[in-house]
């Protein structure tokens, strides 16, 4: 039972933000007058905010009806977990733990927000090594390369990111950010949203679910969000998750993945320890470990990747993939 609970965690993670994806697609367009589904979205004065959220829970009840190991059980509150990670009136430890992991894997991205019309659907995402510089400090310079907006795959589009102008991107002024030069105004934005290749990935991703579901619709929990996660990769790994801030160069993959990961061994940790909801945000008790791997064994070999684990006390690993482009990638 108890491992159960913990898979349910995992997936809740996993697809807290697809609604992303979705929401820039403009699939499930009925979730954003739905109060059901709108219920799941943050109030700000009696105005729904952050409306992602609506299209995570209409997913949710999609997939719901198409795999067995959620359909035919009466606990559907994983789908609440799932949906709800940005209401602050909680609905249990368990819905705490995904909005803190959140909130946790969130924490690698920019500081400051930036904001014009249509962002999240016009925004690319940006390669992180176009910043890694040893000669000097890159924080606030702009950034002139994105990656396509594509599935995962060995084409070219797929691996080496390309110029604003091969985009057809436009700079945006950025005031707002403190950044009174021009020169370090870092939004590029498309000219139209980006509507038609963000629903070609959702339709892809929820085609490969369908077959799925049709091939093996008793497949057991953990296979399922095994499976998810390798999907999810493929559909979402040049995703930008967020976008309005001044480097979008985290993908939607790598947010959902983290999340899920941290969610995991927070829950383990919290609920081994017998420790209640209010202690989940206690700093005073420490619940990370970091392990270092050390690399310098494998500098001969740059195309590899290698694995670095972060360790909740809890049991939970994160496992992150420090990688290049491979040689194959190259020829």
């Not at 009174?180 to 934005?189: E, G, K, V």
Request: hydrophobic share 35%; proline share 5%; glycine share 4%.
């Amino acid at each position: 039972m108890k491992d159960e609970k913990v898979h349910r965690i995992v997936l809740s993670g996993l697809l807290h933000d697809i609604g992303k994806l979705l929401e820039r697609a403009e699939v499930f367009p009925e979730a954003r007058s739905d109060l059901h589904y709108l219920s799941f979205c943050k109030d700000s004065n009696g105005h729904p905010t952050h409306l992602h959220a609506a299209h995570t829970a209409a997913f949710c009840d999609w997939l719901e009806g198409r795999f067995d190991c959620l359909r035919n059980t009466s606990d559907k509150s994983w789908k609440t977990w799932c949906s709800a990670h940005h209401r602050e009136d909680e609905f249990g430890l368990e819905a705490s733990v995904i909005r803190i992991a959140d909130r946790l894997s969130s924490s690698e991205r920019e500081t400051g927000e930036y904001y014009k019309r249509e962002i999240h659907k016009k925004t690319l995402l940006e390669p992180v090594l176009e910043r890694v510089c040893l000669q000097e400090n890159t924080e606030n310079l702009a950034t002139h390369h994105r990656i396509a907006l594509c599935a995962q795959s060995l084409e070219p589009d797929a691996i080496f990111p390309k110029g604003a102008a091969e985009h057809q991107l436009v700079r945006s002024e950025n005031p707002e950010a403190g950044f009174d030069d021009p020169a370090q105004w870092n939004h590029l934005l498309a000219k139209q949203p980006l509507t038609e290749g963000y629903r070609t990935l959702a339709d892809g991703l929820m085609s490969e679910i369908e077959t799925l579901a049709k091939q093996h619709p008793d497949l057991g929990l953990a296979d399922l969000t095994a499976t998810l996660t390798t999907l999810l990769e493929r559909y979402t790994v040049n995703v930008p998750s967020a976008t309005n801030l001044r480097h979008p160069d985290i993908s939607l993959f790598d947010h959902l993945r983290t999340t899920a990961a941290i969610a995991q061994g927070l829950y383990l940790y919290q609920s081994e320890n017998d420790l209640q909801k209010l202690d989940i945000e206690s700093k005073n008790d420490p619940k990370w470990l970091l392990v270092c791997g050390d690399f310098s064994a494998h500098i001969p070999h740059p195309f590899d990747a290698y694995p670095v684990d972060f360790f909740c006390k809890g049991g939970g690993w994160l496992d992150v993939k420090i990688s290049s482009v491979r040689p194959s990638a190259l020829r």
